[in-house]
């Protein structure tokens, strides 16, 4: 047995996770308090105790008194000169861990980022908090350049950022070498793994840095990765004993609902509804799709642009701004967009089709509630959208020398996805259980199918045998939308050339829109009762399973297509309990207009949770408001005053003194 898997043995039986392909020492997954050890580990040996000088940092930059999960071992290992693999879920606090060690080591480190706009986001968000960083690329002109240069060259930064391309030239390598560069963090790490998603080849040429720099540790973060995408990233960045530390992947504060696809527009339009004034993402395959959508939002009054990659750069920034400053509340885009869009406070993730992986669903998702604060994620699913996805993989594929090679483990994940999407168990469990991790909660109370909303048709069972029927007495040579026309009963040339009207089982289902019966038509495909042949042009076809069933020797379960409406959550009930929400906007509205005149995402003012508590404790003067989560040195002086003038105006009009 390999030694990764004895590990994960160990690790099913105990709860705990083992910090190493190798050493076998275990970092527990709890919450840690700053006021608790801090252990530096090397080589098992003690190192000296920084718990002060991280607690120190930890609130004068950014306002916190206690540190997430896995964080303080990550920080640890980060003072400690040590190589590490850290996995977080999205908005656990990743960023956190690569960014104290410097300040307390006294170093200046580099970030690997992939995307400009992401490491823009991150240095503002740095800077708003006091905390020296720079970030050099290709978006910049000559004065910014030159400005960032003479700060790395001077050292007076903390913290670099780069994106790969960047990192591998021997240009940049032999600018940096005589700074004495100690330690790289690898953000997105999954990028370097063929098994992991967002695959880019020049992340697997970081390893080279380990021939020219030997004494530099490296430190890779991610949010999503399989045991086997974390073995890769471990063998391809050339790890050399690293702490290995896992966190829950689990999201509590997200409420997963996968939802029949039948008429996506009107759907999408409901769930948007729900969610007035509030920060959503609406994803979709092709870019024609995120424009029309976004065309009808727009249509019904809703504030929502299209964003994806065939736009102009200055329209898609454009955007992209306007979503980050809280003047754009919807946008409906493909996968394009989000890496690089750091908002806490987006409320609602919309899938408008099943994504290609269960990583990219749960990176997508994990861009909702990022503050900790509740959010709902919702899929519309249609058995459709697996071939669909097929057929763009592999006319990609065939673009590259060995299409079977590069499209097999895409298939792979693509069915992983589409077992989450047609099971009916808990949401958060199966997510969890992909990943590797035990999900114990009987009842998550956080999804469709632990709330009871999924239900199943009454009549299911004749439902799939008349349309089973229909496959067959039609001579099993058609496609989805002639079956679904003879069983609604339309009057259409094709469906009188062959005679179809004078089928039994015409018009069996006219009493259903057509869109609802295609949908439970791809529900037995799901369920293998019915197959579709390969090509352009696909026919159903009965397969045994479904012969079982027109017999009556198997029961078939479907789901009832029409969505019931959603429930209120026991997290977002208790997430706004004293919360005064009048207040709330208007703390909204300040941080609005001080994000506008800054030129700055909204959220690098301050998030949710920081206005929430805000709003429910109500601070009087600047020495309450230092009390507020989230507000540290820097921001406590840059923008308290603001806040403390709206609530005692506030205060003052409702004679709350």
Not at 82 to 92: A, I, Y
Not at 118 to 135: R, T, W
Not at 254 to 262: A, F, K, Q, S
Not at 467 to 474: D, G, P, W, Y
């Amino acid at each position: 047995m390999r030694h990764t898997e004895s590990l994960a043995l160990h690790e099913r039986s105990t709860g705990r996770r083992c910090d190493g392909l190798g050493s076998g020492r275990l970092v527990k997954t709890q919450p840690s308090p700053l006021r608790s050890t801090l252990r530096l580990m090397r080589d098992g040996e003690g190192q000296p105790d920084h718990q002060t000088q991280v607690a120190e940092a930890v609130q004068r930059y950014w306002g916190f008194d206690a540190l997430r999960p896995l964080q303080a071992e990550a920080i640890a290992a980060g003072i400690a000169h040590r190589d590490s693999l850290v996995v977080m879920p999205t908005g656990g606090g990743k960023s956190l861990c690569y960014q104290v060690p410097p300040v307390i080591a006294g170093r200046m480190d580099l970030v690997v980022s992939p995307l400009i706009s992401l490491m823009k986001d991150q240095v503002d968000g740095l800077l708003a908090c006091g905390y020296p960083a720079a970030c050099l690329h290709s978006g910049m002109d000559a004065a910014e350049r030159r400005d960032a240069e003479r700060q790395i060259r001077d050292k007076a930064c903390r913290l670099v950022f780069v994106a790969p391309e960047r990192l591998i030239s021997e240009q940049f390598q032999s600018w940096i070498e005589p700074l004495g560069i100690r330690a790289i963090a690898v953000d997105e790490a999954h990028c370097i793994s063929h098994w992991g998603h967002d695959f880019r080849p020049e992340y697997r040429r970081l390893a080279e840095l380990r021939d020219r720099f030997p004494d530099m540790s490296m430190h890779a973060f991610t949010a999503t990765a399989t045991p086997r995408v974390r073995d890769d990233i471990v063998t391809q960045l050339r790890l050399e004993n690293p702490v290995v530390m896992v966190g829950r992947f689990d999201r509590p504060n997200l409420v997963y609902r996968i939802v029949p696809r039948t008429d996506v527009s009107r759907q999408v339009l409901d769930v948007v509804r729900r969610h007035p004034r509030e920060a959503i993402i609406v994803y979709c395959i092709t870019r024609k799709e995120t424009e029309t959508l976004a065309a009808m939002l727009a249509g019904h009054g809703i504030q929502a642009a299209s964003y994806h990659a065939g736009m102009e750069p200055h329209d898609r920034k454009t955007t992209q701004e306007a979503f980050s400053q809280e003047r754009l509340d919807v946008v409906v885009a493909t996968v394009a967009f989000g890496m690089g869009i750091d908002r806490s406070n987006v409320r609602c993730v919309i899938h408008a089709a099943m994504p290609k992986s269960v990583e990219h669903y749960q990176q997508e998702t994990g861009r909702a509630g990022r503050d900790g604060l509740e959010a709902e994620c919702i899929l519309f699913y249609s058995a459709a959208d697996f071939m669909r996805w097929e057929n763009l993989l592999r006319k990609s594929a065939q673009e590259t020398d060995d299409p079977d090679e590069t499209i097999a483990p895409q298939l792979v994940l693509l069915r992983h996805m589409q077992r989450i999407c047609s099971g009916l168990r808990c949401r958060h469990e199966a997510l969890s259980d992909y990943f590797g991790q035990p999900y114990d909660t009987p009842d998550c109370g956080a999804c469709d199918v632990c709330m009871g909303e999924v239900t199943g048709m009454t009549d299911g069972m004749v439902t799939a045998q008349k349309i089973l029927s229909c496959v067959v007495r039609a001579g099993q040579r058609f496609g989805v939308g002639h079956i679904v026309d003879i069983l609604t009963g339309a009057n259409t040339e094709q469906i009188r050339s062959f005679g179809h009207d004078e089928l039994s089982t015409y018009s069996l289902l006219d009493d259903m829109p057509s869109k609802v019966v295609q949908n439970l038509i791809y529900q037995l495909v799901d369920h293998g009762m019915l197959e579709r042949t390969p090509g352009d042009r696909p026919i159903l076809q009965l397969s045994s399973k479904g012969a079982e069933v027109l017999r009556g020797e198997r029961d078939v379960r479907l789901r009832e297509p029409m969505a019931p409406k959603a429930k209120r959550t026991v997290h977002d009930t208790q997430s706004w309990e004293g919360v005064d929400r009048e207040l709330f906007e208007r703390l909204r509205a300040v941080r609005r207009d001080i994000a506008r005149k800054r030129s700055v995402p909204a959220y690098i003012v301050f998030g949710d949770a920081t206005l929430r508590h805000m709003a429910q404790i109500k601070p009087d003067t600047l020495d309450a408001m230092r009390t507020v989560h989230g507000i540290g040195d820097r921001k406590l002086a840059a923008f308290g005053q603001a806040f403390l003038d709206a609530v005692t105006i506030y205060l003052h009009e409702h004679n709350a003194f």
